[in-house]
């Protein structure tokens, strides 16, 4: 069962899912952010050659839309999808949306009702059954990870005040001033808990009184009565034997920002990130290539397969990513190894879609951008308490 762990590193809260002995993933919380707030921006610039225009968020931020297809001085709502970085303004979405525990209500989509690749064929069905009788949103749905697995009646509650969200977001943003702020998202620290599948959950543990106090009043506190019985939230509390210290955090930290990754077989995968991209090699280590039957070749290059859908998850990378595999000379084992990969991927919930394996052996994946990655957030430092 996975635990969640709240602690401090630097002032920031820093949020680390682990599975036994295993780290899933880390996410550092600074800084305000704007990333999925609604508000009433003002339309500056439009760029034609660009086909996007430059929106004004308030005095002194505006950020970058991708469509000219608006009137300057115009006041519209917008969203925030993803934080500025350098010389990069904000950018910017008209396709609006809120998301809760069990559901995301947009105001357009191209189909009417979606679901989460977490969810199984059966979890599908069960909720396709409850839709039939309950009121249509009026606006498209997707279903989370954790819909299935709750009373309906818990769902519906909160279409319905998604939907009065959306509603008054629309009707009454032309009544609000510019930079006007329509809707605020919960804190990233509670949306990422929200990600959390709540039958995969046994524990959120911290030791900071003001997260503690955070995680009950907004995410714990409005859990169903059954997993509120189930989930533990325990406030840490040892000052000879820190939090940090009793879950091992500085060790799984610092082998999570490594560049190299040793695998159960003696061979190791080095992981190089560049803002282009990130190139993987597998390295066969203690074992001697020129002496390895392919049989074995094979063997190590899935182990690494396994490993590489992990630590694509585990350190949030984005973008496209190259896979340099140990060579092999029988097209049924590259075969063989391609479809490994991609059921790793799947089973690792990495959001990484393979591409291409070239005739050189090089194989290229991409994964969409969701906030920083694990380098990003650390930079060159490394886990110290405080």
């Avoid at 990600?195 to 911290?206: F, H, M, R």
């Avoid at 290059?301 to 092999?328: H, P, T, V």
């Avoid at 050189?360 to 920083?372: A, H, P, Q, S």
């Amino acid at each position: 069962m996975m635990r969640a762990i709240v602690t401090r590193y630097k002032g920031k809260s820093l949020l680390s899912l682990k599975d036994g002995e295993s780290f899933l993933s880390f996410r550092l919380y600074g800084e305000d952010s704007l990333t999925g707030s609604i508000i009433n921006g003002r339309v500056e610039k439009r760029i034609e050659n660009l086909n996007a225009c430059f929106v004004r968020l308030c005095d002194r931020e505006y950020g970058y839309l991708p469509t000219s297809d608006i009137k300057a001085s115009s006041t519209i709502p917008v969203q925030v999808v993803k934080e500025g970085k350098g010389d990069k303004k904000p950018l910017l979405t008209r396709q609006l949306s809120i998301a809760g525990r069990y559901i995301v209500i947009f105001k357009d989509a191209d189909k009417p009702v979606l679901f989460s690749r977490r969810i199984s064929a059966q979890g599908r069905q069960r909720i396709e059954e409850e839709l039939k009788n309950i009121k249509p949103a009026g606006y498209p749905l997707l279903f989370r990870a954790n819909s299935p697995g709750v009373d309906f009646s818990l769902v519906s509650e909160e279409i319905r005040e998604l939907t009065g969200l959306m509603d008054n977001i629309l009707s009454f943003y032309d009544k609000r001033p510019d930079y006007f702020v329509l809707y605020s998202p919960p804190d990233a620290l509670i949306r990422d808990l929200n990600d959390i599948k709540l039958d995969e959950l046994d524990e959120i543990i911290t030791d900071s009184g003001e997260d503690y106090q955070l995680i009950k009043r907004e995410y714990y506190d409005t859990l169903p009565e059954e997993y509120k019985n189930r989930i533990r939230l325990t406030l840490y509390r040892d000052e000879l034997l820190p939090l940090s210290v009793l879950v091992n955090l500085k060790a799984g930290l610092e082998r999570a920002l490594g560049k190299r990754v040793w695998l159960k077989s003696g061979s190791y995968i080095v992981i190089e990130q560049t803002e282009a991209l990130t190139a993987i090699d597998i390295n066969s280590g203690k074992n001697e290539t020129r002496s390895l039957k392919e049989d074995n070749i094979l063997r190590i290059n899935e182990e690494a397969a396994k490993e590489i859908a992990r630590q694509i998850k585990l350190r949030n990378l984005s973008g496209i990513i190259i896979i340099d595999f140990i060579n092999m000379s029988k097209e049924k084992n590259s075969e063989r190894l391609i479809k490994s990969l991609k059921k790793a991927l799947k089973e690792e919930n990495s959001g990484a879609v393979f591409m291409d394996m070239t005739k050189l052996g090089l194989v290229e994946l991409t994964r969409k951008r969701e906030g920083k990655s694990l380098a990003e957030m650390f930079g060159e430092s490394r886990f110290s308490e405080g």
